[in-house]
Structures are given as structure tokens and as C-alpha cells.
């Protein structure tokens, strides 16, 4: 399988995951998601990386625990298929900027996520988590902004209110794909969009479909709203795997994004599936 055409650019997978599995760790794997209830280790990431004509990836946080950010960092240092790290940390403790500095220094953290998702109404309203989004600011750490589309206008709130930090959305804010529907989600996206320290990944979105049932077609009308609202250099390329192996096989995903873009120009493919990546999270 070919990458996309550049004369300049690395292809990255800007969202993966890693873990070793315990059921009490992963009890959000429920039985439909059976398949994931293993280890996925940097070993059979290397297999996928290799199979689907992908350079490197961005490893990102599946736990709430300082342990296992420190744990990718540790895998990171002896993989140079691991470009970059989105880890998690306390934002929202009284001692949280206190305690970045020592987490900082770990060369291939690039981010941190907080698992807003699963949060009440009001979450990213919240004092001490908006003070602890200002404290990253100061290391130049990304912030991976992980809702679903009932969010976005908590999230455009959020946004505003830290002009200078870099945001990520992932998963495209997790649209309804599988029933079709598309606003309210579309009109919220394009105001997110206005905001030029976000951007957002191309990732999830088969989950998100019907696992069974999912095409390219019933995925374009999204892929089209966040290309227009998002443009080239403001959009990456990202499979959510191992998660989106309920519904896809990893080289699958590529293709899939590969033949989206076909008929962009080489430049905007080189953003897209790499540079993107490379410039936000400042990939070494």
C-alpha cells in the first residue's frame, strides 16, 4: 500500500492508544468490543504502522492515571515509531502546576487529555480545571479536547477562554453518523473552526457509524464539514486504534482516508496525513 504522494512529509498517525489489558483498567470494553480485551503493545503498533505505509504515531492516553502516562513515555524512549505522547495528568489539583515542570521534561510529551466525554454539563466550565489548561501553557504542551457533538458549545466556551493554547479535537467531537444526523453538530463545528488555535483529527469516526454497517459514503458528509471548516493545515490524520478495530481493520482506515483525499494537491495531502501533526504537537 502506496502512502499519499510528498515530497516532504512523513506519513503519522496522530491517535493510538496502548495498553496492557486488565478488565478492571478497561471496564468501558464492553462484551460487543471483545476483541479488545488483550494487550496492544509497541510491537503490534510496528506491525500496523508497516502494513499500512505509516512512519510513525502519536500515542494517547486510554487511562485517567499518572502511571500510565509514565508508562508511554517509557515506551516512547525506546521507539522511534512513537513520535509523541498525549498523556493524562491531575489538571483541575491545587498542585498541578507545581508537579508539571518534573512531568514536562520527559522529551516526547507533547500533550495531556482529560477524558471530558464523560463528564457532566459544566465540566469544562470548571474553575480549577480552566486554571490548570493556563498552567500548561507555560510548557508548550498541547491540549487534546475529547467530547461528543452535544459538547461543542461547552467546548467553544472553553476555547475562548485560553486564546494562546494550542487544542486539538478529537474524533471530530464524535458526530451521530449512525442515525445521520448532522446539525446540530455541523453549525457548532464550523464556529468551533473559527478558532485558529484549534485544530482536529480525522479519527473515530467509523466507531461512531454503524460498526457493521459503516461506508465511505456515510462517513463523506463529515469529512466534507470539517475540511471546509477546518482546511489542510488544520487537519490530521488519526485511526483511534486498537478501538477502531470493532469496526475496521487498521490498514482499512488508511485506505479509506487515502482515497478521500486523492484528489487533493500534494501539499494539502502532506498537511493532512503528517505535517499537521508534526507542527502542532512540535514532533521531534
Same mark, same amino acid.
Given at each position: 500500500?502506496?502512502?499519499?504522494?510528498?515530497?516532504?512529509?512523513?506519513?503519522?498517525?496522530?491517535?493510538?492508544?496502548?495498553?496492557?489489558?486488565?478488565?478492571?483498567?478497561?471496564?468501558? $470494553?464492553?462484551?460487543?468490543?471483545?476483541?479488545?480485551?488483550?494487550?496492544?503493545?509497541?510491537?503490534?503498533?510496528?506491525?500496523?504502522?508497516?502494513?499500512?505505509?505509516?512512519?510513525?504515531?502519536?500515542?494517547?492516553?486510554?487511562?485517567?492515571?499518572?502511571?500510565?502516562?509514565?508508562?508511554?513515555?517509557?515506551?516512547?524512549?525506546?521507539?522511534?515509531?512513537?513520535?509523541?505522547?498525549?498523556?493524562?495528568?491531575?489538571?483541575?489539583?491545587?498542585?498541578?502546576?507545581?508537579?508539571?515542570?518534573?512531568?514536562?521534561?520527559?522529551?516526547?510529551?507533547?500533550?495531556?487529555?482529560?477524558?471530558?466525554?464523560?463528564?457532566?454539563?459544566?465540566?469544562?466550565?470548571?474553575?480549577?480545571?480552566?486554571?490548570?489548561?493556563?498552567?500548561?501553557?507555560?510548557?508548550?504542551?498541547?491540549?487534546?479536547?475529547? $467530547?461528543?457533538?452535544?459538547?461543542?458549545?461547552?467546548?467553544?466556551?472553553?476555547?475562548?477562554?485560553?486564546?494562546?493554547?494550542?487544542?486539538?479535537?478529537?474524533? $471530530?467531537?464524535?458526530?451521530?453518523?449512525?442515525?445521520?444526523? $448532522?446539525?446540530?453538530?455541523?453549525?457548532?463545528?464550523?464556529?468551533?473552526?473559527?478558532?485558529?488555535?484549534?485544530?482536529?483529527?480525522?479519527?473515530?469516526?467509523?466507531?461512531?457509524?454503524?460498526?457493521?454497517?459503516?461506508?465511505?459514503?456515510?462517513?463523506?458528509?463529515?469529512?466534507?464539514?470539517?475540511?471546509?471548516?477546518?482546511?489542510?493545515?488544520?487537519?490530521?490524520?488519526?485511526?483511534?486504534?486498537?478501538?477502531?478495530?470493532?469496526?475496521?481493520?487498521?490498514?482499512?482506515?488508511?485506505?479509506?482516508?487515502?482515497?478521500?483525499?486523492?484528489?487533493?494537491?500534494?501539499?494539502?495531502?502532506?498537511?493532512?496525513?503528517?505535517?499537521?501533526?508534526?507542527?502542532?504537537?512540535?514532533?521531534?
Amino acid at each position: 500500500m502506496s502512502a499519499p504522494q510528498s515530497t516532504n512529509s512523513e506519513v503519522i498517525d496522530a491517535h493510538h492508544h496502548l495498553w496492557r489489558y486488565s478488565a478492571t483498567d478497561y471496564d468501558w $470494553i464492553n462484551d460487543d468490543m471483545a476483541a479488545l480485551r488483550r494487550d496492544f503493545l509497541p510491537k503490534d503498533l510496528m506491525a500496523e504502522l508497516t502494513n499500512a505505509g505509516v512512519d510513525g504515531a502519536v500515542t494517547v492516553q486510554a487511562r485517567q492515571s499518572l502511571e500510565e502516562t509514565r508508562w508511554l513515555l517509557e515506551l516512547a524512549r525506546s521507539s522511534k515509531a512513537i513520535r509523541g505522547v498525549v498523556g493524562w495528568a491531575p489538571i483541575a489539583a491545587a498542585d498541578f502546576e507545581s508537579s508539571l515542570p518534573a512531568l514536562a521534561e520527559a522529551p516526547k510529551l507533547v500533550g495531556l487529555r482529560h477524558v471530558a466525554q464523560a463528564e457532566g454539563k459544566g465540566f469544562l466550565d470548571g474553575t480549577d480545571f480552566n486554571r490548570g489548561v493556563r498552567a500548561m501553557q507555560k510548557f508548550d504542551l498541547v491540549y487534546d479536547l475529547l $467530547i461528543v457533538e452535544g459538547q461543542l458549545e461547552e467546548a467553544i466556551r472553553f476555547v475562548d477562554r485560553h486564546p494562546k493554547q494550542a487544542f486539538v479535537l478529537d474524533h $471530530i467531537a464524535k458526530p451521530k453518523i449512525a442515525s445521520g444526523e $448532522i446539525e446540530p453538530w455541523r453549525t457548532h463545528i464550523k464556529e468551533l473552526s473559527r478558532r485558529n488555535n484549534v485544530s482536529c483529527k480525522l479519527s473515530g469516526m467509523v466507531t461512531e457509524d454503524a460498526w457493521s454497517r459503516w461506508s465511505v459514503e456515510s462517513l463523506r458528509p463529515y469529512f466534507d464539514v470539517v475540511v471546509e471548516a477546518f482546511g489542510a493545515d488544520r487537519l490530521m490524520a488519526g485511526s483511534d486504534w486498537p478501538v477502531c478495530l470493532v469496526a475496521t481493520s487498521y490498514a482499512l482506515w488508511w485506505q479509506v482516508l487515502r482515497d478521500y483525499f486523492a484528489d487533493f494537491s500534494d501539499d494539502e495531502r502532506a498537511e493532512i496525513f503528517g505535517a499537521t501533526a508534526a507542527r502542532i504537537y512540535k514532533l521531534r
